[in-house]
C-alpha cells in the first residue's frame, strides 16, 4: 500500500493561513471606524394630548375604598 506524500503540507497550511490573513486585513480595512464614538443626546418629545389640560379621574372597582 503507497504511504501519503506529506512533505508539501507545511507549505500549503502556511500559505493558506497567509492569505486568509491577509483576506481578512483588506476586508477589515474597508471599513471606516470612527475615531471617538460619544452618544448623542436625544431630545425627548412632549406629546399633547387633549386630556392633559382636563380634569380627570378613573374609578377602578379595585380602587374605590372597602365598606
Do not use: A, C, D
Not at 481578512?24 to 460619544?38: D, G, R
Not at 431630545?43 to 374609578?59: A, D, F, G, N, V
Amino acid at each position: 500500500m503507497p504511504q501519503l506524500n506529506t512533505s508539501t503540507w507545511t507549505i500549503t497550511i502556511m500559505s493558506v493561513i497567509i492569505t486568509l490573513f491577509i483576506v481578512f486585513q483588506l476586508k477589515i480595512s474597508n471599513h471606516y471606524y470612527y475615531p471617538n464614538p460619544e452618544p448623542t443626546m436625544i431630545k425627548s418629545k412632549t406629546h399633547t394630548t387633549p386630556w392633559e389640560t382636563k380634569w380627570t379621574k378613573i374609578y377602578l372597582p379595585l380602587s374605590l375604598p372597602l365598606r
